[in-house]
Structures are given as C-alpha cells and as structure tokens.
Nanobody, 117 residues
Framework: QVRLAEVGGGLVQPGGSLTPSCVAS????????MGWYRQAPGKERELVAD??????????NYADFVKGRFTISRDNGKKMVYLQMNSLQAEDTAVYYC????????WGQGTQVTVSS
C-alpha cells in the first residue's frame, strides 16, 4: 500500500525558512521521479518542484514562482524527499504535499505552511 506522509510545516515570518519533508512507502521510491505540490485556499493544487531521475543522475525543476528560493532533494536510502524553502513570502502560504511526478498516488495529509507576520 502506497503511503506518503509530509511533516515539517509551520508558521514563519516573511523572509523566513522551512524545510518540510516527506517519507514514502509502498513503491519503488528510488526509481520514481518525485514532486512537491501545494494548494492554497480556494486555488488548485500546483506543482512547486520536482526531482527526476535520468540515467542515474538527478535533475531538478522549479516553478517560476519559487526559483532561486526553494530547493528539492531526496534521500533514496531513507525514501524521503525534502523541500528547503527560503525567503518565504505570504503568497507561499498553502498546504504542501509530495507525490510522484507522473503517477499520482493517493495524496497524504500534507503539511501546512503559513507565512505571516
């Protein structure tokens, strides 16, 4: 059974940082491209960043609105994916989720990130 569990959100002031993490189980994590997504109130869920695997090398991609501020990484041994978020803005307030990039498993509960002074 596939399970995705996100932790590490919280309340942070504008300009602050957070690094949510996600632990995965139930599928071959080390060969599956992964992504971080977010959903703000009243908005559609959107892709924030993904980390792909190409011939054994990892490549990362970012939505324009987080480029230069967020960094996605993964630890295949621990079956975890991380999202380092710096220079957070109020517009980054959302519930953050991880999932496979191209195959959508059942979503986890997500982790709330609130950026507010």
């Amino acid at each position: 059974q596939v399970r995705l569990a996100e932790v590490g959100g919280g309340l942070v002031q504008p300009g602050g940082s957070l690094t949510p993490s996600c632990v995965a189980s139930g599928f071959a994590f080390d060969v599956v491209p992964m992504g971080w997504y977010r959903q703000a109130p009243g908005k559609e869920r959107e892709l924030v960043a993904d980390i792909d695997i190409d011939n054994g090398s990892e490549t990362t991609n970012y939505a324009d609105f987080v480029k230069g501020r967020f960094t996605i990484s993964r630890d295949n041994g621990k079956k975890m994916v991380y999202l380092q978020m710096n220079s957070l803005q109020a517009e980054d307030t959302a519930v953050y989720y991880c999932n496979a990039r191209w195959i959508k498993y059942t979503w986890g509960q997500g982790t709330q990130v609130t950026v507010s002074s």
